[in-house]
Nanobody
Framework: VQLQASGGGLVQAGGSMRLSCAAS????????MSWFRQAPGKEREFVAG??????????ADSVKGRFLISRDNAKNADTVYLQMNSLKPEDTAVYYC????????????????WGQGTLVTVSS
């Protein structure tokens, strides 16, 4: 069971970036998928989530209107994306994708599976 995050890198403030998280080893179609981030010296925080079934999305206030989460439950593939627009230096962090059977909750402890993280750096 693996969640593989990719797409991080360096971008200037105001720019855009898309992160991807590919699931392998099992199907996550019945799992809610979310993105978290952790900046240096700070706790891991919820960014956005998408619930299984309804596909309803939820966002942290700090990214609402700038980030868009989506998922692709194509046959034999589960991928979740995070489109990040109008990036700010305060968005700099390691971004993690995670999967939970408990819904797209904002609490890291509710997630059973985690990806390895991808670093996003936004320069001013």
């Amino acid at each position: 069971v693996q969640l593989q995050a990719s797409g991080g890198g360096l971008v200037q403030a105001g720019g855009s970036m898309r992160l991807s998280c590919a699931a392998s080893g099992r199907t996550f179609s019945s799992y809610s998928m979310s993105w978290f981030r952790q900046a240096p010296g700070k706790e891991r925080e919820f960014v956005a989530g998408v619930t299984w079934g309804t596909g309803a999305t939820v966002y942290a206030d700090s990214v609402k209107g700038r980030f868009l989460i989506s998922r692709d439950n194509a046959k034999n593939a589960d991928t979740v994306y995070l489109q990040m627009n109008s990036l700010k230096p305060e968005d700099t962090a390691v971004y993690y994708c995670a999967a939970s059977i408990l819904g797209a909750r904002a609490t890291p402890g509710a997630y059973q599976h985690w990806g390895q993280g991808t670093l996003v750096t936004v320069s001013s």
